[in-house]
């Protein structure tokens, strides 16, 4: 991708705990599983720890993906 040599842009963290952090990892844990064996493996390539979900619809004639670091 163009943008996957640019630096990360600084934010400011205003965010709050409102899932239980076992809970959290758990489903992370799982989404990263994603990225690294299943579905969303092109995405890898970026070389950083990658959460996501892929999906498509019925017939197959859209597919998404959905992910976070």
Do not use: C
């Not at 758990?26 to 990263?32: F, N």
């Not at 299943?38 to 390539?45: N, Q």
């Amino acid at each position: 991708a163009e943008w996957k040599n640019q630096t990360e842009p600084e934010l400011v963290d205003n965010s709050e705990q409102v899932l239980d952090p076992m809970t959290a990892y758990q489903i992370t844990s799982m989404m990263e599983g994603v990225v690294q064996r299943g579905t969303g493996a092109t995405i890898a390539e970026l070389g950083r720890h990658i959460a996501g979900k892929t999906g498509t619809t019925n017939d197959e004639k859209d597919a998404w993906f959905i992910g976070y670091t």
